[in-house]
Each structure stands twice: as structure tokens, then as C-alpha cells.
Nanobody, 115 residues
Framework: QVQLVESGGGLVQAGGSLRLSCAASGGIFSIAAIGWYRQAPGKQRELVAV???????NSADSVKGRFTISRDNAKNTVYLQMNSLQPEDTAVYYCRYTSRQYDTWGQGTQVTVSS
């Protein structure tokens, strides 16, 4: 059973930065794709960025140039560095672990960007 714990959310002013962390346990971290998703009130959950086991990344157009996803396999942790945050980035951010055996979501962490 894979478990994910997100951290790093909070309240920040527009133009500020936050770094989210997603720590995984219970699975083989290095073979999994790890993604960050977000869900704003009244909206569907959407992909923010994903990083595959081979190092390929994919991110939403709305965050390109501002958000960076990275992973530390030794720490079983994936990070989302978020710069130049805007009020429209306000959402609950979730990480997702995907492998052949598991498809697991974390509990989410709130990011609020004030204008």
C-alpha cells in the first residue's frame, strides 16, 4: 500500500513562492510517475505537472515557466516549486503516485494566493 503525504501549502501574496513536497512510503518510488494536480472550488481537478520515472516532465500551459517539478528518489519525495503565484493558482494541490501496481492520491494541501 502506497501512502502519500503532502506539505508546504499555505497563504502567500501574489508574486510570491511556495514549495510543495510529497513524501511517499510503501511503494517503489523510483519506478512510479508522480504528478501534482489541483482543484479549485467549483472546478474539476486538473493536472499541474507530472514527472515520470525516466525523468520526462509534462506541465499545464498555465504554469509553464513558473512551476517546476522535481524528485529526490533517495528521499522518496517529489517537489513542486511554485514561483510568481497568482490568485488563480488558489486550489487544493494533490500529488498522485502511478505505477503498474498502484494509483494513489494524497490528502491534499491548500494553497491560497491573495491579490
Amino acid at each position: 500500500q502506497v501512502q502519500l503525504v503532502e506539505s508546504g501549502g499555505g497563504l502567500v501574496q501574489a508574486g510570491g513562492s511556495l514549495r510543495l513536497s510529497c513524501a511517499a512510503s510503501g511503494g517503489i518510488f523510483s519506478i512510479a510517475a508522480i504528478g501534482w494536480y489541483r482543484q479549485a472550488p467549483g472546478k474539476q481537478r486538473e493536472l499541474v505537472a507530472v514527472l515520470t520515472s525516466s525523468g520526462t516532465t509534462n506541465s499545464a500551459d498555465s504554469v509553464k515557466g513558473r512551476f517546476t517539478i522535481s524528485r529526490d528518489n533517495a528521499k522518496n519525495t517529489v517537489y513542486l516549486q511554485m514561483n510568481s503565484l497568482q490568485p488563480e493558482d488558489t486550489a487544493v494541490y494533490y500529488c498522485r503516485y502511478t505505477s503498474r501496481q498502484y494509483d494513489t492520491w494524497g490528502q491534499g494541501t491548500q494553497v491560497t494566493v491573495s491579490s
